[in-house]
Every structure is written in structure tokens, then in C-alpha cells.
């Protein structure tokens, strides 16, 4: 087993459901621009705060790939709405091959689960000869 | 209310390299790997890789026509082949059966005529969206 595997970390913050980003992206789907697409929480694993946690896990040695996305939605998002989410990350080997597992979890301000969601990651070795 | 027995598949047209820096903008996705040719070629890419969120987010299209005015319970897919830019996108689904009191659906994308994701939805049974 790799000695990254096992690896893991978690972070919580407040997230607001921006109108303007929220209904950018959805009109460029062609989605109608007073929703919330459905991949919308996983933007949040983009955010500053998120990336150098994911990134520190990640490690400058390997190249992430996304391979695999579940979402399980108990209540849509609303445009302007205010969350709290937790994002936890852990490397993961299965079989050789090198995984950044990412949860999601999007509560509303009741503590209400909103949406929960799964990103797997395979860490490709940036070394020569090493990729796919 | 049940799945109907054929949903026709749905031409989602291509994902074009400014519609990828538009992405890549609004979402904050700075993953090298979909802008840097370099990156991509460790993967093993000829060109860089459209964001297996950014197709799935172009599914939601199909989904609403497919489902208009259900929810979604889950929606979960497998990225099988990396999907590039300009290439043609297709939706297409098929009735899996119940779970939990939701219809089951198992849903492809192909990238011009191949399996690029596969994947199953849930929708909630007989509930409109909110």
C-alpha cells in the first residue's frame, strides 16, 4: 500500500448559493437561469479553503483525474441560499491504483441535510512513463 | 407515476473550447489537466479533457426533458472515457425499476457515438419540483 494511503481531511465552512454565479452557469446549460443545476455543490470543492486541503492530499506528484461522481439530493438548493458544508477527503489504494475519495455534505441553516455527494479521484503519477 | 418505457435519447450538441474556459471560470476548476496540453499528455490524453462535472452538468438537460418537473433523488456516473472538446454528446436512458418507492434509471453519455459515462438516476415517484 502507498504510504499516502489513508491520508485524510476534513473542513467546514458557510457557502451561499451566489444568484449571479448560480444562474451564469445554469444558462449556459441551457437550463432555465432561476435554478440551481444539480452539480452546483461540487463548485464548492473549488473554493480556496477546499483546494488546499484536496491539493495537500493530491500532493504535487500526481495529476487528479475525475473518474466517478455521485449526488443524493434530499431538498434542491435555492439561489441565495446560505449552507453550511463539509468536505472531507482520503487517499484511497484499490488494487495499485491510487484514489482521492471527496465527500460532501450540504446542510441548510437548520442543520437539515440538503445534499450529500461522493467525488472519486484517481491519482495519476506525474512521473514519466507512469500515466495511463 | 412510472418510468415510461422509452425515453429517446438527446442531443446535448458539444462542449467547445470557449465554452470550457467559460466553465472553468464560473466553477473555479483549476485542475491543469483540462488547459494545459502538457498535463493532459501524463494522463495519456491527446487534448485536454472536458470536466466529467462540467458533462455531467450538460446531462441535467436531458434529465429535465426526460423528467420535467420531478426531482431527482440521486444521480450518479462513472466517467469511462475521457470526453473532449467539440465532440458530439449524447444522452440516452432506460427504465431500471424502483427503489425505495423511486424509478430508476440507467443513463449513458456518448462522446461521438461512444460510451463516455455511464450511470443510474433516481427520481422521486410522482413529486413535482419545488
Redesign the interface.
Known amino acids: 500500500m502507498g504510504e499516502s494511503a489513508g491520508k485524510s481531511g476534513t473542513i467546514a465552512f458557510e457557502a451561499v448559493v451566489e444568484p449571479a ?1 448560480a444562474a ?2 445554469a444558462e ?4 432555465p437561469g432561476d435554478t440551481v ?3 452546483f455543490p ?2 464548492w470543492l ?2 480556496p479553503e477546499t ?1 488546499a486541503l484536496l491539493g495537500g492530499l493530491v500532493g504535487k506528484d500526481h ?11 434530499a ?2 438548493l435555492r439561489q441565495g441560499g446560505r449552507y453550511h458544508v463539509t468536505v472531507a477527503g482520503e487517499r484511497t489504494e484499490v488494487r495499485g491504483k491510487e484514489n482521492l475519495l471527496v465527500d460532501i455534505t450540504v446542510r441548510d441553516a437548520d442543520g437539515n441535510e440538503v445534499v450529500e455527494a461522493r467525488s472519486t479521484v484517481l491519482l ?1 503519477p ?1 512521473a514519466a512513463g507512469e ?2 | 407515476m412510472t418510468v415510461a418505457g422509452e425515453m429517446a435519447p438527446v442531443a446535448l450538441g458539444s462542449i467547445s473550447r470557449d ?1 470550457l474556459s ?2 472553468l471560470a ?6 491543469p ?1 483540462h488547459f494545459d496540453p502538457a ?1 493532459a ?4 490524453l491527446a487534448d485536454t479533457p472536458v ?3 462540467l458533462a ?3 446531462m ?2 436531458a ?2 426533458h426526460w423528467f420535467a418537473g420531478r ?9 469511462a472515457a475521457p470526453i473532449l472538446p467539440d465532440a458530439a454528446l449524447v444522452a440516452d436512458a432506460r427504465p431500471a425499476g424502483t427503489s425505495g418507492g423511486n424509478d430508476l434509471v440507467r443513463v449513458r453519455l456518448l462522446c461521438d457515438g461512444k460510451i463516455a459515462a455511464i450511470g443510474v438516476l433516481s427520481i422521486a415517484t410522482g413529486t413535482e ?2
Open positions: 454565479r451564469r452557469f449556459s446549460l441551457g437550463l443545476p444539480l452539480v461540487a463548485f473549488f473554493e483546494q495529476v487528479p483525474i475525475h473518474v466517478g461522481q455521485v449526488f443524493r439530493y431538498a434542491p495519476l506525474v500515466g495511463q | 465554452a467559460g466553465y464560473i466553477s473555479g476548476d483549476g485542475n489537466v498535463v499528455a501524463i494522463a495519456g470536466p466529467g462535472l455531467m452538468a450538460l441535467e438537460r434529465v429535465r426531482e431527482v433523488g440521486e444521480f450518479q456516473l462513472s466517467f419540483r419545488a
